[in-house]
Structure formats: C-alpha cells, structure tokens
C-alpha cells in the first residue's frame, strides 16, 4: 500500500516496522522499596531536566520561523509547568510517602491538578487541560524512555503519531534507520533536527499506524515523501536498486566528506561545524569537519530555574556545568589534525533568562545580552570560563581553544574577557596553556563592524556572525513577518561591511571567519572566499556541498569581478552580478 | 510578613496566561509568596497552584509576602492586579 506525507526530508530506506506510541502509556504498578525512593526521585528530575530541555529546543526554534504571541505564551506556560517548584516537591513526597515509581508519581500528582481544574467553573480554565495532559505524557514518557529504547534496533523505522525533538535526538541516537509520523504540528521542529541529523524522515501520514503491524516491512522515501508499506517483492526490488544509484551518486560527493579543501588556484579554504547540542557530535564527525567554528552553550544555561541558574551563577559544580564541560570535551574528537581547534561562544541570552532580574526591557534585542550581560553578572561569567579552564586541564593541551565574546560593541568588552580568562586560568594553575586559548569578538553589532581594525588589534580573531549583523544593520527582526522583506542577504550594505572589514583587519594577525548560516550557501561561501575568508563554520550536513562549490571556483578570476558587486546600487543587481559570476563556473560532479 | 486583600479584576479572572504573568513576576522576588483563598494557601510561585485557584472576576484573595524584598514585591504585584495583568484584550 502507498501513502504519501505532507512534509518530508533525507533519503530513502527500507526497514522494518517499529510503532511507537506513547500516548498509550502503561505505568507501572509496582510499590517500591524505601532503598529504591532515591532512584526514582532521581528519575523524576531527570525526566523534568529533559523536558526542560525540550520546551527550550522548541521554542528556540520556533524562534527562528514564525512565532505569534500567543504561541510564545503557550511556550511559557509550559516552561513555568516544567519549573513549578511545587510540582517538583510534590513529586518527590509523593515517592518518598506512598513508595510510588516515578512515572506513578507524576501521574498522580498532575491528575490533583487536572481534576481541580475540571470542576473548576469558567472554560479558560478548563482550556487548559489539554496542555497540562500534554505536559503529564511527555514526563512520563521521559521517564519511560530508556526501558523503550531497548526494543529497538538499528534495522528500525519508527513509525508514531508524532515526536518531541528530545524523542527524535533519542532515535537518532539508536541510529534507527527512518522515521514516520502521523501529524505535524511540534513535529515540524523534529524535521529541522530529523536534517541535521540525516535521518530520512516523513510527516503528515493520516492513518497509517492502524494499517500496519510491528515487524512489517516498510520503504520510506524522504526525498519523495512516499511511503510503501508491506511492499511486494517488485516493489522492494526497485527500490533496493534506486538505493544503489542514490549510493553511486553519495560516492562522488564521497570526496567532499572531509577537508581540506582547496580552491582550483590552490587556496586552501578551512570549513567547520556549528554545534548546539553533545548529540550532534558523532553526526557531524561523519562530514569530517575541521574543527568547531561556533559551537552554542545557550542550551546548559537554564533560565529561571531555581537550581539550575543559581548553580551556575554560584560556580558551583553543577550538573549543567558538567554537561558542558562533557559536551566541550566530545567537541574535541571533530579535532582531527594538527592546527584544527575549537570555538566556545561564551552564553549568548538575555537578561530575561536570570533569575531574580525584574527590569521590564523594552526592546530586549537591543538591551542587557551577549557580553553585556555576562559584564553585570561577573559570577556567571567567571563559571563558564572556570568550566572552559576544567575542559582544557582535561584535554591536556593538545588542541587550540577559542573562546568567543557575543554581542561585542566596544573593544573595553573583548579586553575585559581577555584579562578575566588570563586571571582564571592562572588562578587553575593552567598558565603553561595560555597559549592555547585565544578570545575573539562576535561581529553582529554594526558599531563592532565599524570598528573591526580596532578590535582585530585587540582580539586574536573576528567571527561575523551574519544573521544577526543582518538584522542590526537593517533594523529589522527576522522573525517578524512585516519586515521580513528587509532581511536580504544581497543588500550592498552587508558587502560593502564584510568587505571594509576584511580590508581593515588585513594589517593584524587576527583571522576573520563566518559562522552564519550564510556560510553554508554554496554561492555566499565562494563569494566570502573570494573577498579573503579562509575559514567558515556550518551545519555539518552543508559541509559537502559547499566543498564542491570552493574547489570548483579559481579566486584569482572571481577576485575581478568582485568590484561589480561594491559598485552595484541595490539587492537586485548584487543578486544578478552575483549569479552571473557563478554561472561561469561549470560545478562538474566528479 | 505582610498581607494585603485584593480583588480579581479583569473579565476573565487569573487564567493562563495572567497566571503566567503573575508567577513570572512572583519569581523575580525572593520573597515567599502566598496566596490565600477560600481557607486554601498556595504557593504563588507555582503555575499549577495559581491556576487551580481557578480565581474569576471578583473572587477576594490575600496575597502573603514574606522575606527581604517583601515591600517591593507587593506594590508590584498588587499593581499586576489593578492593571488586569497587562491583557489588554480578553478573547483567549
């Protein structure tokens, strides 16, 4: 039988079937031993950790398409479930008194509350339940995870009614082959990490886990969005033979898949990855990355929560803080030459994720963030580059750290990290390491790309970061549709400043690098190589095809045709001189 | 320890989202903070707490304030309620 999704991504596999629903949970019965309440306890903040997580994967994504307020409220209310310090201590009465499991706990707990709010009068009460039964089945569900994970294998296609980006990391993480779901909805986030991690994944497929048994075959196709269940052996042969050719067209990209890479005139042109999340790790060593150009530590900053901020704020040994200091030293593995190194950018929030912060800001993106804030929050800072220090203690010196200051407007803010990191390292008894980690300013501020000979003096390197220099420098939010329309990477005025930047640091040591996902568009990657750039940072899956494009292109050629673009007058005519440039390239696939 | 009694005064009472507002807000403070209703006393820093209240138009509560910055974290809070928890609209 065929079927076909709405929404789809990667490639095509045939596997057997695994149905994954959740929803149909079964809690344990069994009464626990007093010895045991500790175990289960521990569960229960671990399922409220991941959960945690979770909200904040989603809404940080949804952050980057579109988001209305109300939709931002409902993530709130979430979060605020997810921290409610009653819930949490509840919780763990409720083990400790009654000798319950934890997934008995929760689900007792949160049916005091749900019955409450059924007898409650007005329907804006009774609204939202639906929310608060969500919340109940994603931390039993997180609770139940790891006793699921044992029944899959790596022959797997999971099919489900639909994900939770934690589940999909948890998926990949067992290297199932492909991924079905019924719905939508939140699963549009899951396809963005189902990419990233390659795993072909389909969406939108009304009705099909009633049609279709455990152990069944299954061929899912996500380049197509179809999909063949209990196929026949006609079937399977086609499809085994397309898999082949798709394999023999892998194979030419095959060369690409790791670095160098060099320029037809022999430039050799550095391409790394962008990291958020430890689990992206082994994936991305898979394209053979050199080095970590950005790697993010938004997701071990845990905004509001009692415990966790305040730990963090404290320099206390926290279970964030070791998250990190893991998650830095797994980043080393994408390490694999001499020269190759890492770049930690220093937490990148605003002042709303502090606890105990009451200032209303008007206009958080212009207000106390990035470097600004780690400035008024000392403590906070001095424990990242404590949890920096510890990760190079560990890794003994072998490989090059960078530590990367966001939001930097005035060379006082990268002097300041430089001499606190001189100080921590010194007070660790790591000076001999000093000259292995060097600090560099994130461009995105226009006063900072102003100032970029000035900075490249002081820093060791420059990293623009394009997306948010892009929306400073235009004074328009891209996540807000009106204006959305300004947000153009053609815009002479991001050239002209990425230029005069390159220009102005050309006479210091200072290296400038892109780390922005215009880095990962084949036709921007040639044109930054071009005007001089020698190291970019992506998601690891656009590493290939922005390899293939820098060894297809000769710089000496495109360095004369560059002028055009600084002498055009409008977005438009970049986005012509810019296509004309690189029609000329024939990009052949061998 | 302080305690002041104030009236719910926007249309649709401490729903969600007020209810998000006013724990968010609560948070920000390290005072303890309580709210009585109906002989009940709930943690005012707990969603799940403020929403079980279930508090609609005209419901009488006490809030309860208790620790360094208990003063301030009154007049704020007691402003929250006056201005119907910033919602200017009430369709949801």
Redesign the interface.
């Known amino acids: 039988m065929k079927w076909r999704g709405k929404f789809s991504v990667g490639g095509k596999v045939i596997g057997t079937v695994f149905i994954y629903n959740p929803k149909q949970q079964v809690l344990s019965g069994r009464a626990i031993e007093a010895s045991e309440v500790k175990k289960e306890q521990d569960k229960a903040a671990s399922a409220l950790r991941i959960a945690d997580l979770e909200y904040r994967k989603i809404n940080q994504l949804a952050g980057n398409t579109v988001k209305d307020e ?1 939709q931002q ?1 409902i993530f ?2 979430y979060l ?2 997810i921290r ?4 949490r201590t509840e919780i763990y009465e409720k083990i400790r008194e009654e000798l319950l499991t934890a997934d008995q706990a929760v689900f007792q707990v949160f049916r005091k ?1 749900i019955q ?2 059924e007898v ?3 329907t ?2 009774k ?2 339940i639906p ?2 039964v969500d919340i109940r089945s994603r931390l039993i569900a997180a609770i139940q995870q790891k006793e699921i994970l044992v029944k899959i294998d790596e022959e797997c296609i999971v099919v489900c009614r639909e994900l939770s980006p934690s589940e999909i990391i948890l998926f990949a993480r067992q290297k199932v082959k492909g991924i079905v779901a019924e719905k939508g909805g939140l699963t549009s986030h899951a396809a963005i990490i189902a990419r990233s991690m390659g795993i072909p994944f389909v969406f939108g497929v009304d009705g099909i886990i009633d049609q279709i048994t455990n152990g069944a075959r299954i061929i899912v196709d996500g380049e197509k969005g179809e999909i063949i269940t209990n196929p026949d052996e006609a079937e399977l042969d086609f499809a085994r033979s397309e898999i082949l050719s798709r394999v023999s067209d892998d194979a030419s990209r095959k060369k690409y898949l790791s670095g160098p890479v060099f320029t037809k005139c022999g430039t050799r042109i550095r391409t790394m990855v962008n990291l958020e999340l430890e689990v992206e790790v082994d994936k991305a060593a898979h394209y053979g990355p050199e080095g970590v150009g950005l790697m993010r530590t938004e997701a071990f900053f845990l905004d ?1 929560s009692q415990g966790g901020a305040a730990g963090v704020t404290n320099g206390e040994t926290t279970e964030e803080s070791r998250d990190q200091q893991r998650f830095i030293e797994r980043s080393l593995s994408l390490c694999k030459a001499d020269g190759d190194y890492i770049t930690i950018r220093l937490y990148d929030v605003g002042g709303d994720k502090l ?4 200032e209303k800001e008007e206009n958080p993106a212009l207000g106390l963030r990035g470097i600004r804030l780690l400035m008024a929050r000392k403590q906070l800072l001095m424990s990242q580059l404590g949890i920096i220090a510890e990760a190079l203690r560990q890794s003994a010196g072998k490989h090059e750290f960078r530590v990367l200051i966001p939001m930097v407007s005035s060379v006082e803010e990268v002097r300041l990290v430089r001499e606190l990191l001189h100080e921590v390292l010194v007070k660790a008894g790591l000076k001999q390491y000093a000259g292995k980690v060097k600090t560099g300013a994130m461009i995105e501020v226009p006063s900072a790309a102003l100032i970029a000979d000035i900075l490249a003096r002081e820093a060791d390197f420059l990293s623009i970061g394009t997306n948010d220099l892009m929306q400073y420098m235009m004074a328009a939010d891209r996540t807000n549709t009106l204006v959305s329309g300004y947000y153009d990477e053609y815009h002479p005025a991001l050239w002209r400043s990425i230029k005069s930047m390159i220009d102005a640091a050309g006479g210091s040591s200072a290296e400038i690098s892109i780390c922005g996902e215009m880095a990962s568009v084949p036709k921007f990657a040639a044109l930054f190589a071009a005007l001089g750039i020698r190291s970019l940072s992506m998601a690891a899956p656009a590493l290939i095809d922005v390899r293939k494009m820098l060894s297809n292109i000769d710089l000496r050629l495109m360095k004369k045709e560059l002028r055009r673009i600084f002498e055009a007058t409008s977005a438009d005519e970049v986005r012509a001189i810019t296509d004309e440039i690189l029609s000329g390239l024939n990009v052949s696939d061998d | 320890m302080i305690k002041q009694k104030i009236k719910v005064m926007n249309s649709s009472g401490i729903h969600a989202r007020p209810a998000s507002v006013l724990v968010r807000t609560a948070s920000r403070f390290k005072s303890d903070f309580h709210i009585h209703s109906h002989g009940y006393r709930i943690n005012a820093k707990s969603i799940l707490g403020v929403l079980t209240l279930a508090a609609e138009q005209g419901a009488e509560l006490e809030l309860e304030l208790s620790g360094p910055d208990e003063q301030q974290a009154m007049e704020v809070i007691v402003e929250l309620f006056k201005t119907g928890f910033g919602m200017e609209d009430e369709e949801d």
């Open positions: 109300s409220a709130d209310f605020q479930v409610d310090p009653s819930l509350y409450k709010l409650s009068g007005s804006l009460f609204e939202r929310d608060v509001q606890p105990g912060f009451s």
